[in-house]
């Protein structure tokens, strides 16, 4: 059974610091493409990083330089590293993984953690 569980969510000021993990079991990751997204209330998930087979990685514009996505030597479990936090970084965070060439759309993805809240206060 394959589960990706996410955790090291929580409230945090503005300008802080969290970094969530997302361990992934019931399956072979390591050539998937691991991925963080979010979804605010209100709003569509979207894109925050990408941690490709090889190590490679992208982030949405409104992380880059903030967020730093990574993987463990084995790639069974996944980081996101999140500095200078700003209120508009709340949302619930969200582990998935998809094959290799998954680019930044969720419908590319086909595990799913269940979600880690991240609360950003001003």
């Known amino acids: 059974q394959v589960q990706l569980v996410e955790s090291g969510g929580g409230l945090v000021q503005a300008g802080g610091s969290l970094r969530l993990s997302c361990a992934a079991s019931?399956?072979?990751?390591?050539?998937?493409?691991m991925a963080w997204f979010r979804q605010a209330p209100g709003k569509e998930r979207e894109f925050v990083a990408l941690?490709?087979?090889?190590?490679?990685?992208s982030y949405a514009d409104s992380v880059k330089g903030r967020f730093t996505i990574s993987r463990d030597i084995a790639k069974t479990t996944v980081y996101l590293q999140m500095n200078s936090l700003k209120p508009e970084d709340t949302a619930v965070y969200y582990c998935?993984?998809?094959?290799?060439?998954?680019?930044?759309?969720?419908?590319?993805?086909?595990?799913w953690g269940q979600g880690t809240q991240v609360t950003v206060s001003s």
């Open positions: 998935a993984a998809g094959y290799p060439g998954a680019l930044t759309l969720p419908e590319y993805y086909s595990y």
């Open positions: 019931g399956r072979n990751f390591v050539n998937y493409y």
């Open positions: 941690s490709r087979s090889g190590s490679s990685t």
